[in-house]
């Protein structure tokens, strides 16, 4: 080889030794975006029933799936309030994982004392079973406005998790409580930096009353008509207050109601007809909000009625039938409006 030849060939392993690590790097971002895109396309087509449990007795969980449910609720702690075991963590997400469900994890932290050194502990730890199948963790038991839940906090767990699980997203929540807030208790209770996309809870024949509104089919004159003007009131009252500030690229999670307690009169029992009205007319006025055109996320709230003294889609067909009804829908305008 030549003088001229060996300075070229030494020149060449120069430069691809300066190019090489840049492009790795711009492989490793072009991956890490794509991921993201993953991600967020996961949380657009959501399709949950929040349980208290795992739902893993054959018969349920095929009907979960064959509701059209992709996802699935898991909580840190037993029904009985402790933590869950490392054995049990491994057998839920393998479960989840066998099923081709992904996992919203519940860490309701605002429900006793938790110190930051557990938080990280126990989201390593489902991070070392689920770190593929988890898309979002939840640090709240209910309605931010009813368990007064302050923004520092909210702030600093949503500051928590992304320095231990940084892939997972944080989910805020907000309901009926938010409805009436005042200036100030909007400021103390919601703040758009505190969470990475919301859970809006929708409970209209429980709690309705806290919106100046208490409907119940039972007397009404037209309870589809009361229940869509429900919807199409709070919806707006919710844009106003809350969805219409979210940043950019935030979405919004409706949490229909779909249980009942046991001591509930007939009136307040969400009828089939109820459970479709919610879904179809709550994400239709979302999707007519800026930032939320190609939102498809549904959610339900299931309750096991056995354990709990509840009932939830399992002990009624017919509320598990109009899930099925209401997926479909949405899946059907997905693919009209892409």
Known sequence: MTRSHRGATFAVVAFLGLVSPSIAARFDDVAKVAQAAHRRSLIEHMRIAAADRLIEQ???????????????????????????????????????????????LGKATEMSDVSDDEIRDRLQLWDRYGHDDV?????????????????????HLYTLAHETVRDWYVLGMIGEFGFNASTEEVAQYFD???????????????????????????????????????????MARMTEKFISHLNHDQLVIVL???????????????????????????????????????????????????RSGMFGL???????????????????????NP
Do not use: C
């Open 192 to 234: 758009p930096n505190a969470f990475d996309h919301v859970i809006m809870l929708m409970f209209p024949l429980n709690i309705g009353y806290v919106t100046g509104v208490r409907l119940d089919s039972a007397t009404a004159a037209d309870p589809d008509a009361s229940m869509r003007e429900y919807v199409r009131r709070y």
């Open 58 to 104: 054959q018969d349920e969980i095929a009907a979960y799936t064959g509701a059209g449910f992709n996802t699935v609720v898991l909580y840190d702690t037993e029904e009985w309030g402790g933590l869950k075991n490392e054995e049990r963590i491994a057998f839920e997400t393998t479960f989840a994982r066998a099923h081709h469900l992904h996992i919203v």
């Open 256 to 306: 229909i109601q779909a249980f009942a307690y046991t001591v509930e009169p007939a009136g307040h029992i969400p009828r089939p007809a109820d459970v479709i009205i919610q879904a179809e007319a709550g994400s239709q006025l979302l999707q007519k909000t800026a930032g939320q055109e190609r939102n498809r996320a549904l959610a339900y709230f299931l309750w096991d009625g056995s």
């Open 135 to 155: 898309i979002a963790v939840f640090f709240l038991h209910d309605d931010a406005f009813l368990i007064h839940a302050g923004v520092e906090r909210q702030r």
């Open 314 to 336: 399992w002990q009624r067909p017919d509320w598990r039938d109009a899930a099925v009804d209401a997926n479909r829908a949405g899946e059907q305008r997905m693919a009209i």
